[in-house]
């Protein structure tokens, strides 16, 4: 069972990179964590560009995939895993390259399929029961119905009016 929460939050899309925030939340009242450890297998970490707050490492196990790393945090920084309260998380942020031939937000994809912390197995939903998210900014498209109906409605309205 996991002693702690792990949050992935896909935080920022770019055109060339995605950001994603890993916070730990320790809510153990009885419990520090030092030297703490944290694995996570995701299918883009051979694109792993920048860990801001924590040390990484990339375990590969089969030398062709690159998918889990082990993340710790940085002495006397964030490396002390306080217990419940204030001061009961630490957190870093990550940044992915993104690799036009794999990347994508659909089906859970942006998630990670497995957790460890220190060791214990940390539950993680099955990647079909994560939110779909959009693979681009926003584009509202102008239908041809749209476009019909704005042309003819002031016609419409000319014609009653007469």
Excluded at 6 to 14: A, R
Excluded at 61 to 79: C, E, H, Q, V
Excluded at 124 to 148: E, H
Aim: hydrophobic share 40%; net charge positive.
């Amino acid at each position: 069972m996991c002693p702690v929460r792990v949050h992935w939050h896909v935080k920022v899309n770019y055109k060339e990179y995605w950001r994603v925030k890993v916070t730990i939340t320790n809510f153990n009242y009885n419990m520090n964590y030092s030297q703490w450890n944290l694995v996570i297998q995701h299918p883009n970490f051979d694109n792993l560009t920048q860990s801001f707050s924590f040390n990484y490492n990339f375990l590969t196990p089969y030398a062709s995939i690159n998918d889990t790393a082990m993340m710790w945090g940085l002495k006397f920084y964030n490396d002390l895993l306080m217990q419940a309260g204030p001061s009961g998380n630490v957190q870093s942020e990550l940044l992915f390259r993104k690799d036009a031939s794999t990347f994508t937000f659909e089906k859970g994809w942006a998630f990670p399929r497995r957790i460890y912390f220190n060791g214990d197995n940390c539950v993680m939903p099955p990647p079909d029961a994560y939110p779909w998210l959009p693979n681009g900014g926003f584009q509202q498209g102008l239908s041809r119905a749209s476009l019909v109906v704005s042309l003819l409605l002031p016609l419409v309205l000319l014609y009653r009016q007469y």
